[in-house]
């Protein structure tokens, strides 16, 4: 019991240690940090608000900055008191200091995500909308009422898009420079496509509907050749997720039926840098499985 007692006392002894020293060396360089914080938090959540605004979501800057502070620092906090009671403290530092330089980075893809996202779903429901808007035409309707059809008739996200392009066209922007805003919002080629063709026939005349009509035709196939090579790639990129997580796999695996041997991993430098050596290689080897299976249009 009094071992038991000394070797946490030991532990908790060297975790205070660093914790003065990084207390010490944080209030030293107190004005580096806090500048280099403030770099990292804000223009992460610039970019996350931006990315929300084009979202339609609305949420306050004050909660995105204590969003990312309480997941980077909160997540290095938690690494490192992992690795700390299961034994490895330089493990636990090195993971922590990790996640602090790299963890501002984590909503990145996410944001991207959610907007290609957004902009498949608006290139699916293009079709229906030039549809919806060539039928409007032909039955008298002007292209702006055509555009409300869009609105009320079709579900987000191209309610919201065109209805953004209303608004800014009721409150004095031209109606080709609201169109050209939609063209930098969602940056898609059947979208330049739909702007470039109304700007031209509204100023040399021609049939928008049967326009319309071409474009709805020409994205329908695009959209049924790019699902087809989407579905390729998703099986591809599945066998090359499979094979990254096998070594993972049976390192569990061995975890369990050797343990004192696969804790060497994890305690030992000579371990810490194999272990280190292979995660790099497994990531490094799903880096180039990813690049060699992606198809670009």
Same mark, same amino acid.
């Given at each position: 019991m009094d071992v038991i007692f000394l070797d946490l006392l030991g532990r908790n002894g060297v975790i205070l240690l660093i914790g003065v020293i990084v207390f010490y060396f944080t209030s030293r360089n107190s004005e580096n940090l806090f500048e280099w914080i403030e770099q990292k938090t804000f223009g992460m959540r610039d970019f996350i608000l931006e990315k929300c605004e084009f979202l339609f979501y609305k949420i306050e800057p004050e909660k995105v900055t204590y969003g990312l502070l309480a997941l980077t620092f909160g997540g290095a906090v938690l690494i490192f008191s992992l690795f700390t009671f299961t034994g490895s403290i330089t493990m636990g530092l090195i993971g922590a200091g990790i996640f602090l330089t790299f963890g501002w980075q984590i909503p990145k893809?996410?944001?991207?995500?959610?907007?290609?996202?957004?902009?498949?779903?608006?290139?699916?429901?293009?079709?229906?909308?030039?549809?919806?808007?060539?039928?409007?035409?032909?039955?008298?309707?002007?292209?702006?009422?055509? %555009?409300?059809?869009?609105?009320?008739?079709?579900?987000?996200?191209?309610?919201q898009e065109f209805n953004l392009v209303l608004q800014q066209?009721?409150?004095?922007?031209?109606?080709?420079?609201?169109?050209?805003?939609?063209?930098?919002?969602?940056?898609?080629?059947?979208?330049q496509m739909f702007t470039t063709s109304i700007n031209i026939l509204r100023e040399t005349g021609g049939n928008l509907s049967e326009t319309f009509d071409t474009i709805s035709d020409i994205i329908r196939e695009r959209v049924r050749l790019e699902q087809k090579i989407a579905s390729y790639v998703a099986q591809a990129l599945n066998q090359g997720?499979?094979?990254c997580l096998m070594p993972f796999f049976l390192l569990i695996?061995?975890? +369990?039926?050797?343990?004192?041997?696969?804790?060497?991993? %994890?305690?030992?430098?000579?371990?810490?840098?194999?272990?280190?050596?292979?995660?790099?290689?497994? %990531?490094?080897?799903? +880096? %180039?499985?990813s690049k060699i299976v992606k198809i670009k249009a």
């Amino acid at each position: 019991m009094d071992v038991i007692f000394l070797d946490l006392l030991g532990r908790n002894g060297v975790i205070l240690l660093i914790g003065v020293i990084v207390f010490y060396f944080t209030s030293r360089n107190s004005e580096n940090l806090f500048e280099w914080i403030e770099q990292k938090t804000f223009g992460m959540r610039d970019f996350i608000l931006e990315k929300c605004e084009f979202l339609f979501y609305k949420i306050e800057p004050e909660k995105v900055t204590y969003g990312l502070l309480a997941l980077t620092f909160g997540g290095a906090v938690l690494i490192f008191s992992l690795f700390t009671f299961t034994g490895s403290i330089t493990m636990g530092l090195i993971g922590a200091g990790i996640f602090l330089t790299f963890g501002w980075q984590i909503p990145k893809p996410i944001m991207y995500k959610l907007v290609e996202r957004r902009k498949r779903k608006f290139q699916s429901q293009m079709v229906d909308g030039l549809n919806l808007m060539s039928s409007g035409l032909r039955a008298g309707l002007s292209l702006p009422q055509a %555009f409300g059809m869009v609105v009320e008739e079709l579900p987000d996200p191209i309610a919201q898009e065109f209805n953004l392009v209303l608004q800014q066209n009721r409150l004095g922007v031209s109606l080709d420079e609201s169109l050209d805003n939609l063209n930098k919002r969602m940056e898609l080629e059947d979208v330049q496509m739909f702007t470039t063709s109304i700007n031209i026939l509204r100023e040399t005349g021609g049939n928008l509907s049967e326009t319309f009509d071409t474009i709805s035709d020409i994205i329908r196939e695009r959209v049924r050749l790019e699902q087809k090579i989407a579905s390729y790639v998703a099986q591809a990129l599945n066998q090359g997720r499979v094979l990254c997580l096998m070594p993972f796999f049976l390192l569990i695996a061995y975890g +369990f039926t050797d343990p004192k041997n696969v804790k060497m991993l %994890f305690t030992n430098p000579i371990g810490l840098a194999i272990l280190t050596l292979v995660i790099g290689l497994v %990531f490094l080897g799903g +880096f %180039f499985m990813s690049k060699i299976v992606k198809i670009k249009a």
